[in-house]
């Protein structure tokens, strides 16, 4: 088991996920990797290796109790108890309320806020032992405004910032610091490149920059935390 602290990212991928992993590597902490794709997640975990760093890649559902508790266990016993989690994972599907079905209701909101849930009760035993710990939730625009053919990713993402209000509210006098970040704009991946080809880079989110806020969160004194911030370009109108 690695001496080193650890992080788990969970929802990793070739944007903001892989970049906060890098971060949290770079500060010498074990990473965990979760996502629903072992290939690309043994890609990561590669390249952080190649960079020095410690990494897992563990596949993990997040929409099911019993996955997210093995994945959670794999990272115990090869990793470490995690001093950080990130949950980043998402899911979206526009659609106007009379054209979602419910499965794909259920599917945003159980991605958006149920797997938060389920990710936090895995790792705060741990956190609460210890007295210290810090779990980050990465949020949107629509967790605070709920926008015409948004209700499938609005409802999950309201849900995960009433779930860092009462986290926060129930564990930060325990020491354990939680975090909601709206994400206000679109972060700059491979994804965003191809579907906006003519998007100038400083009108998007860059991926490190996030990185680095998060990494603040976490080396925030206790004596001044952030319970929710907001993060855009200069340019974004809000």
């Known amino acids: 088991m690695s001496e080193a602290k650890v992080a788990v990212v969970v929802?990793?991928?070739?944007?903001?996920?892989?970049?906060?992993?890098?971060r949290f590597a770079r500060e010498g902490f074990a990473v965990?990797?979760?996502?629903?794709?072992?290939?690309?997640?043994?890609?990561?975990?590669?390249?952080?290796?190649?960079?020095?760093?410690?990494?897992?890649?563990?596949?993990?559902?997040?929409?099911?109790?019993?996955?997210?508790?093995?994945?959670?266990?794999?990272?115990?016993?090869?990793?470490?108890a995690p001093e950080v989690l990130v949950y980043n994972a998402g899911a979206f599907t526009m659609a106007g309320i009379l054209e979602l079905t419910p499965d794909q209701f259920e599917a945003n909101w159980k991605v958006n806020c149920f797997g938060a849930f389920l990710a936090a009760q895995q790792?705060?035993?741990?956190?609460?032992?210890?007295?210290?710990?810090?779990?980050?939730l990465?949020?949107?625009?629509?967790?605070?405004?709920?926008?015409?053919r948004f209700a499938a990713l609005a409802v999950g993402k309201f849900g995960l910032r009433a779930l860092a209000q009462s986290l926060a509210r129930e564990f930060g006098s325990q020491g354990i610091h939680i975090a909601h970040i709206i994400i206000d704009g679109m972060i700059n991946t491979p994804r965003?490149?191809?579907?906006?080809?003519?998007?100038?880079?400083?009108?998007?989110?860059?991926?490190?920059?996030?990185?680095?806020?998060?990494?603040?969160l976490y080396k925030q004194d206790a004596t001044a935390w952030t319970l929710e911030l907001d993060l855009r370009p200069a340019v974004e109108k809000f």
């Open 11 to 22: 929802g990793v991928g070739p944007g903001l996920g892989a970049s906060v992993a890098h």
């Open 32 to 80: 965990g990797l979760m996502a629903r794709s072992a290939d690309k997640l043994a890609q990561f975990q590669k390249d952080i290796e190649t960079s020095g760093g410690k990494a897992l890649a563990v596949d993990c559902n997040v929409s099911d109790p019993v996955s997210v508790k093995a994945a959670f266990a794999q990272v115990q016993s090869q990793l470490g």
């Open 123 to 136: 790792v705060l035993p741990k956190m609460v032992e210890r007295g210290r710990g810090t779990i980050l």
């Open 138 to 148: 990465t949020g949107a625009t629509a967790g605070t405004r709920g926008s015409a």
């Open 192 to 216: 965003v490149q191809a579907m906006a080809p003519s998007r100038e880079a400083h009108t998007l989110l860059s991926p490190e920059a996030i990185a680095e806020t998060y990494w603040q």
